[in-house]
């Protein structure tokens, strides 16, 4: 797993958690990173990115009420959730454009996107 994340959890309704996504250190990530999400039998969808600049962009339903941030020399991103609504419910997914990273042989691998493996977030009412 190439990037980790971490800080899901059950929280009620107008609670606030903040997710953390930490990509190895030997990966070279040239894009944007961001949070997608994936509520319980429906299609994953765009949360947030940010590019490496700082350029944040937010899906309609979160905005006002999350905030994404980036440290780029540790290679991580954040989603900071507050005002929680049982709609934010779902399986939260930290995703990386445009990466480079080494295989156990040590060999560089390129690709399109990296991804996170899911942190469970559940408001409850």
């Known amino acids: 797993v190439q990037l980790q994340a971490s800080g899901g959890g059950l929280v009620q309704a107008g609670g606030s958690l903040r997710l953390s996504c930490v990509a190895s250190r030997s990966m070279r990530i040239d894009d944007a990173m961001g949070w997608y999400r994936q509520p319980p039998g429906k299609e994953r969808e765009l949360v947030a990115t940010?590019?490496?600049?700082?350029?944040?962009n937010y899906a309609d339903s979160v905005k006002e009420r999350f905030t994404i941030s980036r440290d780029n020399a540790k290679n991580t991103v954040y989603l900071q959730m507050n005002s929680l609504r049982p709609e934010d419910t779902a399986a939260y997914y930290c995703?990386?454009?445009?990466?480079?990273?080494?295989?156990?042989?040590?060999?560089?691998?390129?690709?399109?996107?990296?991804w996170g493996q899911g942190t469970l977030v559940t408001v409850s009412s």
């Open positions: 995703n990386a454009e445009n990466v480079v990273y080494y295989d156990s042989q040590g060999a560089p691998v390129a690709a399109r996107y990296a």
């Open positions: 940010i590019t490496n600049s700082g350029s944040t």
